[in-house]
């Protein structure tokens, strides 16, 4: 079951998950009409997708949507009730996904959740999508490349079609939430610290796009990673690219109006903001280029995963995370930069069009 299946990664999310023989979608929302739609388009070519009405903010209109299914994947604008859906899945003994941002409402919801989740085996994973979602899945790659991995930042360049996608006040909205707990941290040498200026990396995306350097934003999927990778020594995460006037101009004054809790006007100046420079050609692109050991060696190894469409990466992503969790379940409370099995996760992305340039893992 997909809530807010009807929206830009919603929509791609119920389509991938459609594609496969044996997974029936339903489509569901507070918009039944906008449900039933999209569900008798995606019904075409003998895909099973059916839908219904639900009110995410309401745990029992959830509890009596999802009886009977395997899973609630949670693509909808809904962090002000994050954890009315997850209510509902350990009432009903269902699995849960999101591919929410990250979000100290979300992370508290989580936490609150964890011993019930645990104590009934049932799968509950967070933080899917592109980001947060594959950047610890890619710095977990890389470890089964190296002997020991030392050196992994992940990059992240977004040049979005923002006006053609009509991104929603909603969605807008969650951006502002995200830049309001953002911590601009990376980790070095044991510890998260913020970068001076200098220290922000610089990566290169594909012609025709330039080098830009990355404003770090500190992922918790990342830092949960770095206490099992003792012998990781610099990892962050880090974004840009939206040109000088977003990067430089919207971003900062968004980041401020969020920090003075306006945050509701953060949201519409970078909805605003973001429509009128988005200018093409467009491009996301996640970019790593990982340092370590191989028979005490030195060695680089790069890595690029890349889409001309946000929301399609999103959405393969997302949906290649979820087929491993329909296939093969793990009890807990995870993340997707956790859970995900990275070459199946890659394999699954390929098959969707998107591009993941990766080494193979060490024999």
Known sequence: MVLGGYGRAGRLVSRYLAD???????????????????????????????????????????????????????????????????????????????????????????????????????????????????PAVLVRHAATVFDDLVQADVGSFLRVDWQGLGTSEGTATEFAEELLDMRMEAFRDGVWRRLSFLEWPIFAPRAPFKGFRGVPM?????????????????????????????????????????KAGLVGAAGRWLRFGLTASARPPFRCELLMDAVGTIRGESSTCKYRIACEDAYALTAASA??????MLRQ??????????????????????????????PSPRS
């Open 20 to 134: 496969e023989p044996d997974v029936e979608v339903v489509v569901v929302g507070r918009n039944d009409s906008m449900a039933q739609a999209v569900a008798i388009d995606l019904s075409r070519g003998g895909r099973r997708v059916t839908s219904g009405c639900v009110d995410a903010g309401e745990e029992g209109s959830v509890r009596r949507a999802i009886k009977g299914a395997r899973l609630l994947v949670v693509a909808s604008s809904t962090l002000r009730v994050v954890g009315t859906p997850m209510d509902a899945c350990l009432a009903e003994g269902v699995d849960y996904f999101d591919l929410q941002i990250e979000s100290h409402r979300k992370e508290a919801a989580r936490e609150e959740r964890r011993a019930a989740i645990e104590a009934q085996g049932l799968c509950f994973v967070t933080d899917g999508g592109f980001h947060p979602g594959l």
């Open 218 to 258: 500190r992922l918790a999927e990342l830092v949960e990673l770095c206490d099992s990778f003792r012998p990781l020594q610099k990892t962050g995460f880090f974004i840009g690219g939206s040109g000088w006037v977003a990067d430089w101009l919207m971003f900062p004054l968004a980041y401020g109006l969020a």
């Open 319 to 324: 949906a290649g995370c979820v087929l491993q």
């Open 329 to 358: 379940p793990k009890a807990g409370l995870w993340r997707q930069g956790s859970f995900a099995d990275p070459e199946r996760l890659f394999a699954s992305m390929r098959q969707r069009g998107i591009l993941v340039e990766a």
